[in-house]
């Protein structure tokens, strides 16, 4: 079976990029802890890498005229960040609720570590499959 | 790669926090600062703080942007007044003025800033183990 290298490593690269990405935007948030009338913000994960493996892998439809509408998925604004509705908004506007912030980015930070970890596997099985020895 | 900026974020988290801190430090250092006349007496002073716009390079995301602090306000409640005919600054009523700072407030706001800033070296702690891991990779 011949390997294609750029899709070797599969749903990882997008799913760390977009780890990363979060984490940003999280950070952003617990800087802004006690920013008046900020609002707390976040990427609803599933639908934007959904979108961007299906960008990444699915045959998409080609535009000959001018007049061609593009995809639908691409312009409608799911890969945007949305604004986290708050359980207890404070007095001076700010929906940031530190906890829940610090809760999202650890978990963020271990399914980044998983990405990797996964792309290690990978990175792991392809040298073993170059090198051909078992050690 | 976008976890470099979560430093740059979180710098500037960590700046305002501080200013913060500067300023209630000064407050809790002047509770007791007396004077002659309410415009010489000291008040309270709270930073505002807002968002970072169009700087750094970070500012190309809508949604990623570092704090600022929009500028430090004095507080307008009222000041303190006491009778006090000995003391060396009282006025022709034998009145002096002291600041309007809530001291119990200040240790609260002291806190909440220590509170945030741990908060953003927590993130940088994070971003930075993950971007010594991504180095890693394959090794």
């Known amino acids: 079976v011949p390997i294609n290298l750029d899709n070797a490593f599969g749903i990882h690269p997008t799913a760390l990029a977009l780890r990363a990405k979060r984490m940003e935007v999280l950070a952003t948030n617990l800087a802004h802890a006690d920013t008046p009338n900020y609002k707390a913000m976040d990427i609803d994960f599933k639908s934007v890498l959904a979108q961007a493996n299906a960008e990444n892998s699915s045959v998409m439809l080609r535009a000959t005229h001018q007049n061609h509408l593009g995809p639908s998925g691409r312009d409608s604004g799911a890969g945007e960040s949305l604004y986290r509705i708050p359980y207890q908004p404070a007095i ?9 912030e610090q809760a999202e980015f650890g978990r963020n930070a271990i399914s980044y570590q998983a990405s990797l970890t996964f792309l290690n596997g990978r990175i792991r099985s392809l040298l073993t499959a170059i090198k051909g020895d078992s050690q | 790669m976008s976890l470099f900026s979560i430093f740059d974020i979180a710098g500037t988290g960590m700046s305002a926090q501080s200013v913060r801190m500067n300023v209630t430090t000064s407050n809790l250092a002047n509770a007791e600062s007396a004077s002659s006349s309410v415009e010489k007496t000291y008040r309270a ?90 180095l890693s990779l394959g090794q």
């Open chain 2, 45 to 134: 002073r709270h930073p505002v703080f807002g968002v970072l716009m169009n700087n750094l390079d970070m500012s190309r995301d809508k949604d990623v942007a570092g704090v600022r602090v929009l500028g430090v306000v004095e507080s307008q409640a009222p000041l303190r007044m006491q009778y006090a005919p000995d003391h060396p600054l009282a006025d022709e009523q034998g009145n002096i003025h002291l600041p309007n700072v809530n001291v119990v407030e200040e240790m609260a706001n002291m806190i909440s800033a220590s509170r945030s800033y741990q908060n953003n070296i927590e993130a940088i702690t994070t971003a930075k183990q993950l971007l010594q891991r991504t």
């Open chain 1, 92 to 100: 001076d506007g700010n929906t940031v609720d530190t906890q829940i």
